[in-house]
């Protein structure tokens, strides 16, 4: 058996996203209607379910890039007021509550075709009294009236010669019947059968213009739809299949692409169920199409993993798996051509007994499904066509992620990536859509050349995102072998570059911000290889082999060795990528990585056309005109937003579905829990059913739908502000008398070795499947009750009681889902979270990054206080350096609280002293601003001194020039010796030596040319200054040293610096004092031939003289034409 892609349990930790501050308005999406004509997203659509029907919109006529509906020439100015209600408005639409606003807005518009038309609401789709009048469904009820107008009041047969004659007219008037006939029939549930009669005798060209129109309705409106007029369409199609009209089985395979993924609610499961309901009743209808067959099983076998739990999806499960695995058994070779991602999605259902019968078949038996079946191998080589994993998401998915793909810059994408989270992402099972979203990516979504050497964000940021918002363990397993999927089976002669380019990427961009998730993804690959199918784990490595080799070919990255031998990833990783991939694990020459922001030589599928490419050209990535423009240059942004708070309308909780499935002594007291008027009856309740679970023959089967309903009854509690606004004492201890809390007070009572307190852990990490806050809330209880003093070990037994079963992705999701709802609980956990959780909190920067994300100026003083009192630790010597390296890709802010905070620290500043190393001038001026200021309270080292000076040299980087002038004026003398120190060592040591040092210190490499740059800068930067420094002893004696040996280019290049050596050496028998003035003030006046080292020199420095006195041979012959020089020195 074939092992699922959810055996691997690796998780991601969550990452904090750059800023956690949401929008203030919903992002300017455009809507499906406003692209004009250009149907990218789905290329069969336009094949199978879209064709232009005359009379239509006009192309050219201007469009609002924000609704999509004709923009009116002579349209006023609208007031920045009207605008924000009006974008507040299409919010409150886009979550689904504008059925309450069309209705109070007059949506009804009365009876018949008369009403059809009236202001304030059309009786086809919600709207609100802000939005302007939709021009299809004017136009369709405009026919309507028609219609109306010449069948009222007049017998059947009347009408019917009526319509026949107007339709003879000619195709407009054609057209006005048909589609007046048609919104009747949407509109009026008790005209439905008589129009649809009606429709079919006065159509002339088989129901065309319908079908058109129906798949328009569905590509573009269908969201807007009032419910009456869904369940109307749903009838409609099924009578356009039940006659068999042409191209009926377009507008079937356009409903299910409206089916959601991951979507359990009503509306979503009865669309679903009645598309089944009418596949199923037209079987031999179905069995006509091999294109509709290969649709509906792979449409079908995706929703099977999502209905489970409640009666009524098992019975629609049922129903589903029965209606697959019949085609697959019957049709197996029309199921065939979805290639690769059939397996992909059998292994999701596999242990379901049905399909694991026709498993059984696959592996041992293949022919018995099709003689023309030769095995797995031959479904697994072939590739999946773009249309199957396109059809998986609704319209609306699909054009943001075009929108995000195309129009999006990269740094902006925060605000959509919100937005979409929270309407596609947001619950437990929503989580399998992600699988979805990074198939389609991977496979559909391949840019342009100019996309790809644009600032648009890049499609591996998006998949990356994905990933690290991922809260569960199998889904992050499934989703992770979505993406490595055409991995597996990689063939460059069948398989394109742009299905496997997002996954190195992820990887590559990943290693400095987030090096987890790189080496996560590195484990995956490694693992994936044996654990997938051992029988062809030949064929498995061979692809992955194929797929590196590609990806290097094509330049996508010049060299894999600085990922896979990369020292942040551990040992036991790098030596598995050693094993598995010795090919790619080395690199003659160090290796220069390919900017993947700039045009990457690549194999481009053209299945985008150039309508594609341009059907968002009036799309704007803003959300409003009054915002201020971001940078489009700079990933950082200069202001912050705050959290703006959504208003909630409290719904009636209804745990009806629930009740039948527990004891009925449980159900009374939950009923009196959801009863219970005050909070002190809802606890004794609660106590009770503590009580009942933790009774000897209690089913812990029950603990499910228990956890169920505490999580609806308790939803406003975890709605609610948990920090009271005035922190003490009394405040705390009131905040913590709660319902929920009697769960944690009662563990918090028992010793861990108890079976109940097992029991509860069991009944909290059900609890916390359905209710992710839980986590933090158990955090708080136990920081804030005197009953929990001293027992934060038991959010450790709690987090391996978990799914997630890991102390520090649990730890790290919960603090992020406090973060998300209460910056003052995350501050207020902080020092007990740090001061419990070591290990977890000071290895990495996440937690670090969630705290200085979302904290303002006064919380950081506040931590910062925390610190100097000793009551908060943030860094520890041995992982400083790695966080603010990690902190280096912050926001600016966020960067000057990371340093704030570790310079409230007692740590040496020789610690993290090495950064120096990786900042860059342009890229990273927050660290470099605070570290200089930090280096002038310092007495200079050797080693300072040795970092600074190894910065590179160029004109506009003041860093190194400022902090020697420095401490040129406070600490001269002692520059002064590290400086001479540094110059005699980088001369002496051989080339070989140099070469030959170690990994760990080539960052740290000083070279003799740096120094000399610098120096010379310093020279300059000092020539209108009274200071002496290069007047001293042992810098004049450095100088003399290095212009003895070294080659005639740096002589040239440096003769003004070396001009005070001269001057030093022909003042050498004047008194110091003149010596010092002459040396800093005459300009070089003569070259006279190197003079022999006095006896100063030679006892300047003890180290430098002993390594000259042994070596003095190697460094002749090392130099040419030194004659001169060495015949003085002898």
Same mark, same amino acid.
């Given at each position: 058996?074939?092992?699922?892609?959810?055996?691997?349990?690796?998780?991601?930790?969550?990452?904090?996203?750059?800023?956690?501050?949401?929008?203030?308005?919903?992002?300017?999406?455009?809507?499906?209607?406003?692209?004009?004509?250009?149907?990218?997203?789905?290329? &069969?659509?336009?094949?199978?379910?879209?064709?232009?029907?005359?009379?239509?919109?006009?192309?050219?006529?201007?469009?609002?890039?924000?609704?999509?509906?004709?923009? +009116?020439?002579?349209?006023?100015?609208?007031?920045?007021?009207?605008?924000?209600?009006?974008?507040?408005?299409?919010?409150?639409?886009?979550?689904?509550?504008?059925?309450?606003?069309?209705?109070?807005?007059?949506?009804?518009?009365?009876?018949?075709?008369?009403?059809?038309?009236?202001?304030?609401?059309?009786?086809?789709?919600?709207?609100?009294?802000?939005?302007?009048?939709?021009?299809?469904?004017?136009?369709?009820?405009?026919?309507?009236?028609?219609?109306?107008?010449?069948?009222?009041?007049?017998?059947?047969?009347?009408?019917?010669?009526?319509?026949?004659?107007?339709?003879?007219?000619?195709?407009?008037?054609?057209?006005?019947?048909?589609?007046?006939?048609?919104?009747?029939?949407?509109?009026?549930?008790?005209?439905?059968?008589?129009?649809?009669?009606?429709?079919?005798?006065?159509?002339?060209?088989?129901?065309?213009?319908?079908?058109?129109?129906?798949?328009?309705?569905?590509?573009?409106?269908?969201?807007?739809?009032?419910?009456?007029?869904?369940?109307?369409?749903?009838?409609?199609?099924?009578?356009?299949?039940?006659?068999?009209v042409l191209g009926a089985d377009g507008v079937c395979m356009t409903f299910m692409k409206q089916i959601a993924g991951g979507d359990v609610t009503a509306k979503n499961i009865w669309l679903a169920e009645s598309v089944l309901d009418i596949l199923t009743e037209q079987r031999e209808w179905v069995l006509k199409s091999s294109i509709l067959i290969a649709m509906a099983v792979y449409t079908y076998l995706r929703l099977i993993v999502d209905h489970h739990g409640t009666a009524q999806l098992q019975a629609l499960r049922q129903k589903e798996v029965d209606f697959c695995i019949?085609?697959?058994?019957?049709?197996?070779?029309?199921?065939?051509?979805?290639?690769?991602?059939?397996?992909?999605?059998?292994?999701?259902?596999?242990?379901?007994?049905?399909?694991?019968?026709?498993?059984?078949?696959?592996?041992?038996?293949?022919?018995?499904?099709?003689?023309? &079946?030769?095995?797995?191998?031959?479904?697994?080589?072939?590739?999946?066509?773009?249309?199957?994993?396109?059809?998986?998401?609704?319209?609306?998915?699909?054009?943001?992620?075009?929108?995000?793909?195309?129009? *999006?810059?990269?740094?902006?994408?925060?605000?959509?990536?919100?937005?979409?989270?929270?309407?596609?992402?947001?619950?437990?099972?929503?989580?399998?859509?992600?699988?979805?979203?990074?198939?389609?990516?991977?496979?559909? *979504?391949?840019?342009?050349?100019?996309?790809?050497?644009?600032?648009?964000?890049?499609?591996?940021?998006?998949?990356?995102?994905?990933?690290?918002?991922?809260?569960?363990?199998?889904?992050?397993?499934?989703?992770?072998?979505?993406?490595?999927?055409?991995?597996?089976?990689?063939?460059?002669?069948?398989?394109?570059?742009?299905?496997?380019?997002?996954?190195?990427?992820?990887?590559?961009?990943?290693?400095?911000?987030?090096?987890?998730?790189?080496?996560?993804?590195?484990?995956?690959?490694?693992?994936?290889?044996?654990?997938?199918?051992?029988?062809?784990?030949?064929?498995?490595?061979?692809?992955?082999?194929?797929?590196?080799?590609?990806?290097?070919? +094509?330049?996508?990255?010049?060299?894999?060795?600085?990922?896979?031998?990369?020292?942040?990833?551990?040992?036991?990783?790098?030596?598995?990528?050693?094993?598995?991939?010795?090919?790619?694990?080395?690199?003659?020459?160090?290796?220069?990585?390919?900017?993947?922001?700039?045009?990457?030589?690549?194999?481009?599928?053209?299945?985008?056309?150039?309508?594609?490419?341009?059907?968002?050209?009036?799309?704007?990535?803003?959300?409003?005109?009054?915002?201020?423009?971001?940078?489009?240059?700079?990933?950082?942004?200069?202001?912050?937003?705050?959290?703006? +708070?959504?208003? *909630?309308?409290?719904?009636?909780?209804?745990?009806?579905?629930?009740?039948?499935?527990?004891?009925?002594?449980?159900?009374?007291?939950?009923?009196?829990?959801?009863?219970?008027?005050?909070?002190?009856?809802?606890?004794?309740?609660?106590?009770?059913?503590?009580?009942?679970?933790?009774?000897?023959?209690?089913?812990?089967?029950?603990?499910?739908?228990?956890?169920?309903?505490?999580?609806?009854?308790?939803?406003?509690?975890?709605?609610?502000?948990?920090?009271?606004?005035?922190?003490?004492?009394?405040?705390?201890?009131?905040?913590?008398?709660?319902?929920?809390?009697?769960?944690?007070?009662?563990?918090?009572?028992?010793?861990?070795?108890?079976?109940? &307190?097992?029991?509860?852990?069991?009944?909290?990490?059900?609890?916390?499947?359905?209710?992710?806050?839980?986590?933090?809330?158990?955090?708080?209880?136990?920081?804030?009750?005197?009953?929990?003093?001293?027992?934060?070990?038991?959010?450790?037994?709690?987090?391996?009681?978990?799914?997630?079963?890991?102390?520090?992705?649990?730890?790290?999701?919960?603090?992020?889902?406090?973060?998300?709802?209460?910056?003052?609980?995350?501050?207020?956990?902080?020092?007990?979270?740090?001061?419990?959780?070591?290990?977890?909190?000071?290895?990495?920067?996440?937690?670090?990054?969630?705290?200085?994300?979302?904290?303002?100026?006064?919380?950081?003083?506040?931590?910062?206080?925390?610190?100097?009192?000793?009551?908060?630790?943030?860094?520890?010597?041995?992982?400083?350096?790695?966080?603010?390296?990690?902190?280096?890709?912050?926001?600016?802010?966020?960067?000057?609280?990371?340093?704030?905070?570790?310079?409230?620290?007692?740590?040496?500043?020789?610690?993290?002293?090495?950064?120096?190393?990786?900042?860059?001038?342009?890229?990273?001026?927050?660290?470099?601003?605070?570290?200089?200021?930090?280096?002038?309270?310092?007495?200079?080292?050797?080693?300072?001194?040795?970092? *600074?000076?190894?910065?590179?040299?160029?004109?506009?980087?003041? &860093?190194?020039?400022?902090?020697?002038?420095?401490?040129?004026?406070?600490?001269?003398?002692?520059?002064?010796?590290?400086?001479? %120190?540094?110059?005699?060592?980088?001369?002496?040591?051989?080339?070989?030596?140099?070469?030959?040092?170690?990994? %760990?210190?080539?960052?740290?490499?000083?070279?003799?040319?740096?120094?000399?740059?610098?120096?010379?800068?310093?020279?300059?930067?000092?020539?209108?200054?009274?200071?002496?420094?290069?007047?001293?002893?042992?810098?004049?004696?450095?100088?003399?040293?290095?212009?003895?040996?070294?080659?005639?280019?740096?002589?040239?290049?440096?003769?003004?610096?070396?001009?005070?050596?001269?001057?030093?050496?022909?003042?050498?028998?004047?008194?110091?004092?003149?010596?010092?003035?002459?040396?800093?003030?005459?300009?070089?006046?003569?070259?006279?031939?190197?003079?022999?080292?006095?006896?100063?020199?030679?006892?300047?420095?003890?180290?430098?003289?002993?390594?000259?006195?042994?070596?003095? +041979?190697?460094?002749?012959?090392?130099?040419?034409?030194?004659?001169?020089?060495?015949?003085?020195?002898?």
């Open positions: 058996m074939l092992t699922s892609g959810a055996v691997l349990h690796d998780s991601f930790p969550p990452q904090p996203s750059p800023s956690a501050f949401p929008s203030p308005v919903l992002p300017p999406w455009p809507s499906l209607y406003g692209v004009g004509r250009s149907w990218s997203w789905v290329p &069969f659509c336009s094949a199978y379910c879209f064709t232009l029907t005359p009379g239509g919109p006009d192309p050219k006529e201007p469009r609002s890039p924000t609704f999509g509906a004709p923009a +009116k020439k002579d349209f006023p100015p609208i007031s920045s007021l009207a605008f924000s209600r009006l974008l507040a408005a299409a919010m409150e639409l886009q979550k689904g509550k504008g059925a309450a606003a069309a209705a109070a807005s007059g949506a009804a518009g009365g009876a018949g075709g008369a009403g059809a038309g009236a202001p304030g609401g059309g009786r086809l789709l919600l709207s609100t009294s802000l939005d302007a009048k939709d021009e299809l469904e004017e136009r369709l009820e405009r026919c309507m009236s028609i219609v109306t107008s010449m069948t009222a009041g007049v017998s059947e047969r009347e009408a019917n010669d009526a319509l026949n004659a107007y339709v003879c007219k000619g195709p407009p008037q054609h057209e006005e019947i048909c589609l007046g006939l048609f919104t009747l029939v949407l509109t009026e549930p008790a005209q439905a059968q008589k129009c649809y009669r009606d429709l079919a005798l006065v159509s002339r060209d088989g129901m065309n213009i319908v079908l058109n129109k129906i798949n328009q309705i569905l590509m573009e409106k269908y969201l807007k739809l009032q419910d009456t007029c869904r369940t109307q369409l749903v009838w409609l199609v099924r009578e356009l299949v039940k006659s068999g019949s085609l697959l058994r019957e049709r197996f070779m029309e199921c065939l051509m979805i290639g690769r991602d059939l397996v992909r999605l059998l292994q999701n259902v596999a242990r379901i007994p049905e399909f694991e019968l026709l498993w059984k078949d696959i592996i041992h038996n293949p022919q018995a499904l099709s003689p023309q &079946f030769t095995g797995i191998l031959q479904l697994l080589q072939s590739r999946t066509s773009r249309k199957f994993l396109a059809c998986r998401l609704t319209p609306d998915m699909e054009t943001k992620l075009l929108f995000m793909t195309s129009r *999006v810059r990269f740094g902006q994408q925060k605000r959509y990536q919100d937005w979409f989270q929270r309407q596609y992402l947001s619950t437990p099972d929503s989580q399998s859509l992600r699988c979805d979203l990074i198939r389609y990516i991977c496979g559909v *979504v391949h840019p342009s050349n100019e996309v790809l050497s644009s600032d648009i964000l890049p499609r591996w940021a998006i998949i990356g995102w994905l990933l690290t918002t991922c809260t569960s363990n199998v889904a992050a397993s499934n989703a992770k072998l979505a993406l490595f999927y055409d991995w597996l089976f990689f063939s460059p002669d069948k398989d394109s570059i742009m299905n496997i380019e997002p996954a190195i990427l992820v990887m590559h961009h990943s290693m400095k911000p987030h090096p987890a998730i790189t080496a996560t993804l590195l484990d995956f690959m490694c693992r994936i290889i044996p654990n997938f199918y051992p029988p062809l784990e030949g064929h498995v490595r061979q692809g992955v082999f194929s797929s590196l080799n590609h990806i290097v070919e +094509k330049r996508v990255l010049a060299h894999l060795a600085p990922l896979f031998d990369n020292p942040k990833l551990d040992k036991e990783l790098r030596a598995m990528l050693r094993e598995k991939f010795p090919e790619f694990c080395s690199s003659p020459s160090p290796p220069v990585e390919v900017k993947i922001e700039e045009p990457v030589s690549m194999e481009m599928d053209n299945h985008m056309s150039d309508k594609d490419e341009s059907c968002y050209d009036n799309a704007e990535a803003a959300f409003s005109d009054d915002e201020e423009d971001l940078n489009s240059k700079g990933k950082k942004r200069e202001f912050r937003f705050h959290p703006i +708070k959504e208003t *909630v309308v409290e719904e009636p909780v209804d745990i009806t579905p629930y009740l039948d499935q527990l004891d009925e002594s449980l159900r009374d007291k939950v009923l009196q829990l959801q009863k219970g008027s005050d909070t002190e009856a809802q606890c004794e309740v609660m106590q009770e059913i503590v009580d009942q679970v933790l009774e000897e023959d209690f089913d812990s089967e029950q603990l499910s739908v228990l956890a169920s309903c505490l999580q609806e009854l308790f939803k406003a509690h975890f709605r609610g502000e948990v920090l009271p606004e005035e922190v003490t004492e009394e405040s705390l201890e009131e905040s913590v008398g709660k319902p929920l809390y009697l769960i944690f007070r009662n563990l918090c009572q028992m010793q861990e070795d108890n079976s109940s &307190f097992s029991l509860l852990l069991d009944l909290l990490s059900e609890l916390y499947q359905k209710q992710p806050k839980i986590g933090y809330h158990l955090l708080y209880y136990l920081r804030a009750s005197k009953a929990a003093a001293g027992k934060m070990n038991l959010y450790e037994s709690f987090a391996q009681a978990t799914q997630l079963g890991d102390l520090h992705t649990c730890l790290m999701m919960d603090m992020k889902a406090c973060q998300e709802d209460d910056v003052r609980l995350l501050c207020h956990l902080t020092p007990s979270i740090y001061t419990e959780f070591p290990d977890e909190t000071l290895r990495s920067g996440e937690l670090l990054n969630m705290i200085v994300a979302v904290i303002d100026s006064a919380q950081l003083q506040e931590l910062v206080c925390h610190v100097m009192m000793g009551n908060l630790v943030m860094f520890r010597k041995d992982s400083v350096l790695n966080i603010l390296i990690q902190s280096l890709d912050w926001e600016t802010f966020e960067q000057y609280c990371a340093w704030q905070l570790f310079l409230a620290h007692n740590i040496p500043l020789e610690t993290i002293i090495p950064i120096l190393q990786h900042l860059k001038y342009k890229e990273h001026p927050e660290a470099l601003s605070c570290l200089l200021l930090q280096l002038r309270r310092e007495k200079p080292s050797e080693e300072m001194v040795k970092m *600074v000076l190894s910065r590179p040299c160029h004109p506009d980087d003041q &860093f190194t020039t400022s902090i020697l002038r420095h401490w040129c004026m406070k600490h001269d003398e002692l520059l002064a010796e590290h400086i001479k %120190s540094l110059l005699i060592k980088n001369n002496s040591l051989p080339r070989k030596r140099q070469s030959l040092r170690s990994s %760990s210190s080539k960052l740290a490499q000083l070279t003799l040319e740096q120094i000399l740059e610098h120096l010379d800068n310093l020279r300059l930067n000092l020539t209108n200054t009274k200071q002496n420094f290069f007047s001293q002893t042992p810098i004049l004696q450095a100088l003399q040293h290095v212009q003895a040996s070294c080659d005639e280019a740096h002589k040239m290049k440096f003769s003004d610096l070396f001009s005070l050596a001269e001057e030093y050496e022909d003042s050498s028998t004047k008194p110091p004092k003149s010596r010092r003035k002459a040396a800093l003030s005459s300009p070089r006046s003569r070259k006279n031939a190197t003079q022999p080292p006095n006896a100063e020199e030679e006892s300047g420095s003890s180290s430098a003289s002993e390594e000259e006195d042994t070596k003095p +041979k190697p460094t002749k012959r090392k130099r040419k034409g030194s004659s001169a020089v060495g015949s003085d020195s002898d």
